[in-house]
């Protein structure tokens, strides 16, 4: 509602501009051909020019947009215009006040000073060519000084109707984008709260009923001939179902990335290598250089699920003996690089899997960049880079050791 009044005023504005332009010049050009015995021809050299000028006007101030913004050219031609009707008939002066129009809401100071200069030059053009012998008509004078003193007034007030309107027009800019940002903080909100309740599901359900399976096939074996067919289908059922169960617990990590909720993302990502090398032996280990930068922490909860995705790759697929994870946090970038001395695989074969798509919508989503390098037999590497605030909030949790710049933790025992 209230950008559409700010539209109607700026509508109603630009209307109001333009009748006063044809109003002014009319009266004044009417003013002028009053009382006089006029020629064709002196009658033309009056009205002419003022056809030209509202020509011109309509052109570059109706037809162009020029409102706000007068053009160069618009000025420079309608000031011309002015001093040709001028010298032909000195009454045209106040034709100058119709010139200015697209002007007069500008500065209030402007706007005042121009009509004190018009109408001291209106008044000397009337006191010189009235045909008197020097003296000074006071009533006329006083006339003229109060009718100077109203103008001023309203060109000053509607001047300043015109800058509360300019002030109000940007409050609503700053209040429609301060709504747009509460509204995505809370979607990012609805978003984290529905993944935390499909993880409390996930939990409850399948990973509670996959560790019931193991369990109960775990004690079925126990019973069965060690060696027989039945035994060794159960002992297959039993790896599928622990299998599943693993898996499950990976995408209620996924879901809710737990460590965010007491660390920020260096101490997360430290957890999760720790956790890497404790569960499968591979050499895990993480290296933070630069100081960390707190992030928001939906940003920080996406960085982490790219991280946890690229380490199950390196666990399930790549058959790695090491894996690192580097966090750089530079000035304006943290530039994240996930590197395995696996297997490695062609980059530009398509894939079934949808782990890399994933990633880079993540990362995309984040106004950052997903590189990923891989050849047979020689590993992958994992590169991410995302923008840092501009004015960066505070520092996040001094690494472990409280010893500056690269940080390396020990591979788990």
């Known amino acids: 509602m209230a950008l559409r009044q700010t539209w109607e005023w700026e509508r109603w504005k630009a209307v109001g501009q333009h009748a006063f332009f044809t109003t002014v010049l009319t009266l004044t050009v009417l003013g002028a051909l009053a009382g006089q015995d006029l020629t064709a021809v002196e009658t033309l050299l009056r009205i002419g020019p003022a056809l030209g ?15 706000d913004r007068s053009p160069l050219p618009y000025l420079g031609g309608a ?3 002015w001093v040709v009707m001028t010298v032909v008939d000195p009454a045209l002066l106040p034709v100058a006040v119709a010139v200015l129009t697209p002007y007069w809401l500008r500065r209030a100071w402007w706007s005042a000073g121009g009509v004190l200069v018009l109408g001291a030059a209106w008044s000397w053009q009337r006191f010189t060519t009235d045909g008197t012998d020097g003296s000074v008509d006071v009533r006329a004078l006083t006339g003229c000084v109060l009718g100077i003193a109203v103008a001023v007034t309203i060109a000053c007030y509607v001047a300043t109707l015109d800058h509360e309107s300019h002030k109000r027009q940007l409050l609503l800019d700053e209040l429609t984008a301060t709504q747009a940002e509460r509204a995505a903080a809370e979607r990012q909100a609805g978003t984290l709260a529905e993944r935390q309740r499909l993880a409390r599901e996930v939990h409850d359900t399948l990973t509670q009923g ?24 159960v002992e297959q059922a039993m790896r599928t179902a622990r299998d599943n169960l693993a898996e499950s617990r990976r ?73 690192s994870v580097t966090l750089s946090y530079l000035v304006d970038v943290l530039a994240i690089d996930i ?10 074969v398509r894939h079934t ?22 050849a047979p037999g020689e590993g992958t590497t994992v590169a991410v880079t995302v923008p840092l605030p501009v004015e960066p909030s505070a520092p996040g949790p001094a690494p472990l050791s409280g010893m500056p710049g690269a940080e390396r933790m020990a591979p788990a025992s």
């Open 53 to 67: 000028l509202a020509a011109w006007y309509t052109y570059w101030i109706v037809l162009r947009g020029g409102r």
């Open 79 to 81: 000031l011309a215009g």
């Open 210 to 233: 996959f560790a019931s399976i193991a369990m109960l096939l775990d004690a079925a074996r126990d019973d069965l001939p060690p060696g027989s067919p039945v035994a060794r289908r």
């Open 251 to 323: 995408l209620v990590h996924a879901l809710r990335p737990a460590p965010l909720d007491r660390t920020h993302l260096a101490d997360a990502v430290r957890e999760l290598t720790a956790r890497l090398t404790e569960e499968t032996g591979i050499e895990a280990y993480t290296v933070v250089t630069g100081r960390p930068v707190a992030l928001p922490p939906s940003t920080e909860g996406e960085l982490l699920r790219v991280v946890q995705e690229a380490l199950t790759n390196a666990r399930r697929h790549a058959h790695a003996v090491s894996v």
């Open 339 to 348: 590197q395995d001395d696996g297997t490695g695989f062609a980059p530009a």
């Open 353 to 374: 899997g949808i782990g890399l798509t994933s990633m880079r919508e993540r990362i995309a989503a984040l106004g950052g960049l997903l590189a990923v390098e891989s």
